[in-house]
């Protein structure tokens, strides 16, 4: 909003006697007719305002219609008052003013303007607690300043009478409004007993905005990269505290759910001790019934809140919920206009309200999270924006064994927590965390103190599938397990845990597809269960199906994406491969020779390191769970002959089968 006159001078009656003064004689003039501590912080906070409208250019009694912009809605009686007690001619209207009352309200200010009567508006929001008419019709915006440090050293100065006040910092009165400042001015007091309940009450507020269960940063485990970061912004909110400029981030926490991308936001707004706002696109429907204006309403006021409340953490969850502009053509994405009509005001919204935080000199740190992070509109990653992302995977055994520690407390301080953490591979904070409480209720179930056998037990519950199903999975795993430590690849664990729909799986750090060779090599380790049961005497059976969709994928795709086949002719992407296959006959015969060639050079890698297999499997049906140390060592038993292994290759992303 910019009205057009927003930078002319003005005079109207209220605001002759109370212009800032540039000569320091203001403090006098504020101390005599300040009439509480509410009263002295709206003096003070009025002669802060820097587009304060001069006299000079109009005369007086000229009809003005302008909007004073208050820090929060906490500000709008106040000021209303405030206002009201000056000038009793003006006209009054305030973001309280429910929306279905703006027509009957825009009728009275065009009454009032026709009758030569000024009118203000009052809000926080502007945009969103005012009638169209009061904005379009605003000659002037008055901005009133967030209480600064310094303006709070003179309030305490001038209630006080004192002439000496300590320093103060932005983190001394984050996330305190007018009232919460208010009182911290009390009668007959001094200067630092009111600096001191000013910090209490700043601590209150930014404690209690975070669950205390939450785990410091220090205390944190298996965060990598996202855990260093938080510390480096943990130690920028310390130079805040000193008086520094803030240098603050935002960053962005992607990865599957539950491994605990909450939970470091949490944690950097409790070890920062900062107001700690948390929301989501969901959250923002859940209010009121969900009408545009609604929705829009909802988004304002939580990046209102948190800029109000500045230095500030503000989480926004499932941020992907937020769709891409990109999908909002009805021919790119598949959305309908009208669907994209309603979604276009909301993200062109958010992206501004972004801007703004970033933009905000008191220093916001920005957090989000998603699940999807290729769901995310590419222009919330834009540096400005969410520009530092950070992948969160499932922990390794070491951040396992402390994310273990820190739920289990001081209780059994003597278990083998990496023991324990080896039986979890891919498991998530969220995870460990049932662990415990099903152990816990186990043990004070059976009236005993929380021992190893219960936490095992949570951890690795018996095995319902008979031995031969077992041993079938075994053998089934340890087949691509070989295979690719044989290729040359670093396999981190092999497991016969059942997850989902799989009976159990082998997690492999593969590279990025660059080739032919590594496209084939993989297909070889995709290949390696089906080649191992047969091999073995089982029947093939619907054990391997993830495994062939995915080999006739990367195979489809190195014909019609890579151009690593007979055509160097695109037709389509990696994504789309297997769809081509089921239109296109003769890509599938000529898919399905590539195959059945590269599974009998699978096979005879099975049938070289047999013995190998068998080891593995056999220990998988004993330990359930291998790591990669345990992995080489049963392997390397038989060692392969020499030059059959390839380099290895050491990169992300890691798949499971």
Known sequence: MSPAGQNEDYAFGFLQGLEPEMDGAGDEQCRSGARSPVDLLLDLSWQAIKNF???????????????????????????????????????????????????????????????????????????????????????????????????????????????RVPALTAMDI?????????????????????????????????????????PLLQDLCGYGAARDWALEMLAEVELVRS???????????????????????????????????????????????????DVLQQASDIFTRARNSAPSILFIDEIEALPSRSSLSSTGGGMSSSSASWWTPLVTQILLQVDACRADPRGIIMLAATNHIDRVDPALLRPGRFDKQFRIDPPDAAGLAGILR????????????????????????????????????????????????????????ADPRPLAVRRHVAVHEAGHAV???????????????????????????????????????????????????????????????????????????????????????????????LDMVARDRSLADAINHELTRLMISTKRLISENRAAIERVADALLDRTVLDEAELAHLIMANPMPAGRREPRLDRRPFVKH
């Not at 502007?126 to 300043?145: E, H």
């Not at 001094?190 to 209490?200: D, E, N, V």
């Open 243 to 293: 008086g520094h400029k803030p240098a603050l981030e935002s960053g962005l926490f992607f990865g599957p759910p539950g491994t605990g991308k909450t939970t470091i936001a949490r944690s950097l707004a409790k070890s920062a001790r900062l107001p700690f706002f948390s929301t989501s696109i969901a959250a923002w429907f859940q209010h009121r019934e969900g009408h545009l204006g």
């Open 53 to 163: 409208p001069k006299r000079g250019r109009l005369s007086a009694g000229t009809t003005l219609a302008a909007i004073i912009r208050v820090p929060s809605d906490a500000w709008i009686d106040p000021i209303h008052q405030f206002v009201h007690e000056n000038d009793r001619t003006i006209m009054l209207v305030d973001g309280k003013t429910k929306k279905r009352d703006w027509s009957a309200q825009e009728g009275l200010i065009i009454d009032a303007l026709d009758r030569g009567k000024s009118v203000f508006g009052i809000a926080s929001d502007p945009d969103a607690q005012l009638p169209p008419l009061m904005r379009a019709a605003a000659d002037a915006v008055i901005t009133i300043p967030s209480p600064t440090p310094e303006l709070m050293r003179k309030a305490i100065r001038l209630h006080t009478g004192r002439s």
């Open 174 to 214: 984050g996330g305190l409004d007018l009232l919460d400042l208010a009182a911290a001015l009390r009668p007959q007091t001094t200067p630092t007993a009111c600096i001191k309940r000013l910090r209490a009450a700043s601590t209150a507020r930014s404690v209690n905005t975070s669950d205390d269960s939450t």
């Open 406 to 461: 820190t739920h289990l407390g001081r209780d059994c301080p003597d278990i083998d927590l990496h023991g324990l953490a080896k039986l979890m591979p891919g498991r998530t904070g969220a995870d460990v965390a049932g662990f415990v409480r099903e152990a816990r209720r186990k043990a004070r179930h059976a009236g005993r103190a929380l021992g190893e056998a219960d936490l095992r037990a949570a951890i690795m519950p």
């Open 483 to 577: 295979v690719a430590h044989v290729l040359g690849y670093r396999v981190e664990v092999v497991t016969i845990r059942g997850e989902g729909n799989a009976g159990g799986w082998t997690d492999i750090r593969l590279p990025s597809v660059s080739d032919r060779g590594l496209i084939e090599a993989r297909v070889k380790i995709l290949l390696a269960g089906r080649a191992a049961n047969t091999s073995f005497g089982a029947a093939a059976d619907t054990g391997a199906t993830a495994d062939l969709a995915e080999a006739t994928r990367l195979l489809a795709a190195a014909r019609l994406s890579f151009g690593l086949a007979d055509s160097l002719v695109f037709r389509a992407g990696p994504e789309h491969a």
